[in-house]
Structure formats: structure tokens, C-alpha cells
């Protein structure tokens, strides 16, 4: 059994560079952290590149029995030294797992959905993953990302999705006119949420088909965006806070929304 003992091994080098988003993208490949992420990829049946497991981590007898079963399987496992791992891990609480996944094909259309989340210029990457996440539990649902949004496969964003990440639908849209014209063509009602409105979810008719807009955190939702949607609705807050976070907002507009769709 061979054990990886430099930090400069191509393997570490291949795991540390998708820390980066420009990897990412040239690699097709992203990285997921710890035994519960990893079991999940294998459970969504995620395409596995390469997995890397500390010494340490082998004497746990959950994490032995992947290692074996991978090796039974044919996919590539490596074990390396603790320090080793620690050099390639984003996380210090990686458990001496990790994977190396390819990444999936966006979506090109939102014909084929009822209900959608368009993150505006969503930047902070816990936030995304906890709207993936919310997304998920409330779903099915597709999720649009406009230019300005955090990369979704950014370690604190699949992180943050806690699973989500292999099992949502996502489109990547480079022209918010064209996403939004798209979407109107396939008969979405689009509601953006904003700070500011006269009207609440009460005021929401039923619909077949609704996409719903989480603007940016600093900024809220852009002007284009809200000026083309059908509906402007802000969430009542008796209290004296004067926004949400923006994934608290969206967990709470994707709940109340789901109840719209006829």
C-alpha cells in the first residue's frame, strides 16, 4: 500500500489547485470535505475522480470500510500522511476525507420546472449554499445564476449546501434580459423580493409556474430585474430589524411561494 509522503506529490498539487475557481473550470472538477459529503456523492451517484484519506483516518472503522468498498469498486483512493492531507484540505475538520467529483451539466432551459430561485448577484458563498440547500428541501426546483453570483462550486458554497449541490438543477445565465424574457415566455410569473414594497405574499395569486428573485446582499435585486418582473413583494417584519440576510429571505420566500404554485 502506497502512502503519499510529500506535499508536492502531483496528486496534492491536483487537489490543492481546485481550491481555485480557475482550475475548477479548466479541471471540470470540484472537491467535497469530510465522511458525510462524500458518502452523499457516492449515494447521488456523483462521478469520482479521486479520493484522498489521511493514515489517521483509516483507524475509524466508518472510514475503513468506504476506503475498502472504493478499492472493491475500481475507484482511485490514495492515502496519504496527516500533515499531507491537512496541505490539501480547505478545512481543518476534514476528517481525513475528501473527494476530487466532476462537476454536473447546468441546465440550459427552465421549461421543464415549475418553480425557480434566481440568485441576483448573490456573492457570499454560504449564502448560496444555504439557498442550494433550501432549495432542495423545498424543491424540486431550479436554480438561476446570473453573472456576479458566487462560483456554486466554491468549498464554502457545496459545504454550505450540506449535500444539496448533487442533487439540484442549475442554469447559468450570462443576460438577465434573456433569462427573464425566457422565463416569461414559458409562463413564469417572476417575483422579485425587495425591502420595499406594497405588497406580501397574501397579495400573490396561484400560479402554475413562479420564479422567485433573491437579490444581493448589499444591493438587493437590480433595477432591471424588478422593473421587468410581474410582482415586488417584501416580507412583513413586525420587528425592528430593517432587512434579512439574504438567505433567510429566500428561505422564507421559497416556503411561501411553494404554496402559490397551483
Not at 462560483?151 to 449546501?161: E, G, L, M, T
Not at 450540506?162 to 417572476?190: H, P, Q, V, W
Not at 397574501?202 to 424588478?226: A, L, P, T
Amino acid at each position: 500500500m502506497e502512502i503519499i509522503k510529500s506535499k508536492t506529490n502531483s496528486k496534492i498539487k491536483y487537489i490543492r489547485s481546485l481550491n481555485t475557481k480557475k482550475c475548477r473550470d479548466e479541471e471540470n472538477a470540484f472537491v467535497v470535505e469530510g465522511i458525510k459529503f462524500v458518502d452523499e456523492s457516492i449515494k447521488e451517484n456523483a462521478d469520482l475522480i479521486l479520493l484522498l484519506f489521511s493514515e489517521s483516518s483509516l483507524q475509524k472503522s466508518d472510514v475503513a470500510s468506504l476506503y475498502n468498498s472504493l478499492i472493491e469498486n475500481g475507484t482511485e483512493a490514495v492515502i496519504c500522511q496527516d500533515d499531507v492531507f491537512d496541505s490539501a484540505a480547505d478545512t481543518v475538520n476534514a476528517q481525513g476525507v475528501l473527494a476530487v467529483v466532476k462537476k454536473r451539466r447546468f441546465s440550459h432551459a427552465a421549461e421543464n420546472h415549475k418553480f425557480a430561485i434566481m440568485c441576483d448577484r448573490i456573492q457570499d458563498p454560504g449564502n448560496l449554499g444555504t439557498i442550494i440547500r433550501t432549495a432542495d428541501a423545498f424543491g424540486p426546483a431550479v436554480i438561476i445564476l446570473n453573472k456576479g453570483c458566487a462560483d456554486v462550486y466554491n468549498p464554502k458554497v457545496v459545504r454550505a449546501s450540506a449535500g444539496a449541490i448533487f442533487r439540484a438543477d442549475f442554469i447559468y445565465s450570462d443576460s438577465d434580459e434573456r433569462m427573464l424574457e425566457e422565463l416569461k415566455n414559458t409562463g413564469f410569473k417572476i417575483i422579485s423580493t425587495v425591502v420595499e414594497s406594497d405588497y406580501t405574499f397574501e397579495d400573490m395569486e396561484k400560479s402554475e409556474k413562479i420564479c422567485v428573485v433573491i437579490g444581493n446582499e448589499g444591493q438587493g435585486v437590480s433595477r432591471e430585474i424588478g422593473d421587468n418582473s410581474h410582482m415586488k413583494i417584501t416580507i412583513k417584519m413586525p420587528g425592528r430589524a430593517e432587512s434579512l440576510n439574504a438567505s433567510i429571505a429566500a428561505g422564507i420566500s421559497i416556503y411561501e411561494m411553494r404554496k402559490k404554485l397551483l
